[in-house]
């Protein structure tokens, strides 16, 4: 379904509704995602298609979240997001200019600079265990502002839920031995979600 309306300047402008926009939005974050799994899997001396393949390949799923955090009368007090890792393999996240995420890192809190039109990418938890703990998922929060509302659209990819993630095999070996079990990844989910040891 397009809405056709007119603009200000008598212009016609398209809407399209938030489904479409999304799906279009994910259609254009794969050919992105391929390249940052790539250039992931060649830093681990691996074939280019290795680490998609190691997440379900053309089944990986692209899941869009909307973040809304409304003005907060004592920033000091409380957080957006309290700290976490995602359970993604990668996020892919566009946030509007409000800033209010931060990295974790030797012992800091860093706040993570807007970047007009610049896509923030998060290592999440599948990659660090494809990698076998190579790659290492960020530890980020948010923070939240005594004036102004901020939005964040992160797109977290990940694997179907019935797919078995581990590290990679050919990344085994006798002097790197698996450092995380295999499991489907609503299992991953599961564990995550209810506190449990993986
Ligand atoms: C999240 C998250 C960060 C942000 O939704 O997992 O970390 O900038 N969001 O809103
Ligand atoms: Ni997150």
Redesign the pocket.
């Known amino acids: 379904m397009v809405e056709r309306l007119q603009g200000d300047e008598g212009d016609e402008m398209t809407i399209l509704p938030l489904i479409e926009t999304n799906e279009q939005y994910a259609q254009n974050l794969i050919p992105v995602a391929d390249k940052l799994l790539g250039w992931l899997s060649r830093g681990l001396g691996l074939e280019d298609g290795e680490m998609k393949q190691g997440l379900g390949g053309e089944d990986l799923t692209y899941m869009l ?1 909307i ?1 809304y955090y409304p003005p907060c009368p004592c920033p000091d007090l409380a957080l ?2 309290a700290p ?1 890792t ?1 359970m993604s393999a990668i996020t892919i ?1 566009v ?1 509007n200019e409000v800033q ?2 931060q990295v974790f890192k030797d012992d800091h809190w860093y706040d993570v600079a807007y970047i007009p039109n610049a896509l923030i990418i998060h290592i999440g938890d599948q990659v660090q265990i494809l990698s076998n703990g190579k790659y290492k998922s960020v530890y ?1 929060r ?1 923070t939240v502002n005594k004036d102004k509302t901020r939005m ?1 659209w ?1 797109m977290f990819l990940e694997p179907p839920l019935e797919f078995e993630v581990g590290p990679i095999p050919k990344l085994i070996s006798q002097d790197n031995p698996p450092k995380y079990k295999t499991k489907k990844f609503k299992d991953y989910v599961y564990c995550k979600l209810n506190k449990l040891s993986q």
């Open positions: 979240k973040n957006g997001v976490h995602d996240l946030p209010g995420l980020h948010t964040s992160p």
